[in-house]
């Protein structure tokens, strides 16, 4: 199933009663203001009024976000305004309006296995994490499940006042899906409705030691991979950057290695480069020199699809000590191969220029 937002819904209401261009009048806040505004003028805590209504001349303004024609106007600029958004009640009725989103839950079960610059970590992300549902769906659509109260004093300690609510129940639900990157099947819309519970793993592993974790989790429940093509390795493993491509699938005509491509951060990209180089790489000894090559059909291959620029390769190459992107005719002069430290490499008498397609070296 794939869900209006918010701002969606408030906009075809705009519309509806030919509101095309409120202002606020005050300034805007973090993230998506559009659709976190939206849910609070369905809440009553804001309202729309018309110019009439406001009792004075509303200043021209400027665009921060257009949504199915409407636009949100702020600031100073030269579009007129046509009502405006008050901190209080409005005329436009908006009770007709029901959210009905699925619900994001991080499991905090793993917190004792974490060190402590990984809690650090964790409660960056859950943060960051707890703004995207808000920018993709409402803030009544993120929680916390914690088996004691060890994580939660933690998160309590970092956050003044602590916004998370906890789930105590998996009752209100028809179906919870594990977001899982061993998942026995590809996470789907079709098996997603308003009453599907979605869970991560507050899993922060930075030596790779928690790998695998979250297949023990709720094993009775479905679990679900979320991928590039069939390809794990190029999600991301932070918490609020899966939960942000989660959503903009959700919540889009994208499928879903088109919401992990649009999804993927500069650091996203970096990580998934470095994993590909290590995997990829193919070792050659020239002149007692041991030196990595990509073959160049990889090297092409996610230049192309994760619009890499040369600005990753170099900054890749330096996880791996520098390397060069190799033609298929290198191979014609290999003259033999050894091992070194149970990795084969291919001996080469010299490297020609002609069998190079790019060098990324200090």
């Not at 024609?69 to 100073?76: D, H, S, T």
């Not at 932070?238 to 500069?266: A, F, H």
């Not at 998934?272 to 092409?300: A, D, T, W």
């Not at 190459?317 to 430290?341: M, N």
Request: with cysteine; aromatic share 12%.
């Amino acid at each position: 199933m794939k869900f209006k937002r918010p701002k969606e819904l408030v906009a075809e209401r705009l519309k509806e009663v030919g509101f095309l261009r409120p202002k606020l009048l005050f300034k805007p806040g973090r993230g998506d203001f559009f659709n976190r505004l939206s849910y609070w003028l369905v809440k009553g805590k804001f309202g729309v009024v018309s110019e009439r209504e406001f009792g004075q001349e509303l200043l021209p303004g400027k665009a921060v976000d257009e949504v199915k024609g409407v636009k949100l106007l702020a600031f100073k600029g030269e579009e007129k305004p046509d009502s405006a958004v008050v901190k209080h009640g409005g005329s436009v009725d908006f009770s007709q309006i029901e959210f009905n989103y699925p619900d994001f839950a991080v499991d905090l079960s793993l917190f004792d296995s974490l060190r402590e610059r990984e809690r650090k970590s964790l409660a960056v992300q859950l943060e960051i994490s707890y703004g995207v549902v808000k920018d993709y769906f409402t803030q009544d659509n993120f929680y916390l499940i914690s088996p004691s109260l060890e994580p939660v004093n933690f998160l309590k300690s970092a956050f003044k006042p602590f916004p998370f609510k906890l789930l105590s129940s998996f009752s209100p639900y028809s179906k919870v899906i594990v977001l899982d990157p061993q998942g026995e099947e590809e996470f789907s819309h079709e098996e997603v409705d308003e009453n599907t519970l979605i869970v991560l793993g507050g899993i922060v592993d930075s030596s790779e030691r928690l790998k695998g974790a979250t297949k023990k989790l709720f094993p009775s429940f479905l679990h679900r991979r979320i991928t590039y093509k069939g390809i794990v390795e190029v999600v991301p493993d932070r918490i609020n950057e899966i939960i942000e491509i989660t959503c903009r699938y959700l919540t889009s005509s994208l499928e879903l290695y088109q919401s992990v491509r649009e999804s993927l951060t500069r650091d996203s990209k970096l990580r998934f480069l470095r994993k590909l180089l290590e995997k990829e790489s193919v070792r050659f000894s020239v002149n007692g020199e041991l030196l990595r090559g990509i073959p160049q059909e990889v090297y092409e291959k996610w230049k192309e699809e994760l619009s890499l620029s040369d600005f990753f390769f170099r900054k890749g190459a330096k996880h791996v000590s520098g390397f060069f992107v190799f033609k298929p005719s290198i191979f014609d002069r290999v003259v033999g191969e050894t091992k070194k430290r149970g990795k084969r490499v291919f001996l080469l008498k010299e490297l020609k220029d002609e069998d190079i397609v790019a060098k990324y070296f200090k």
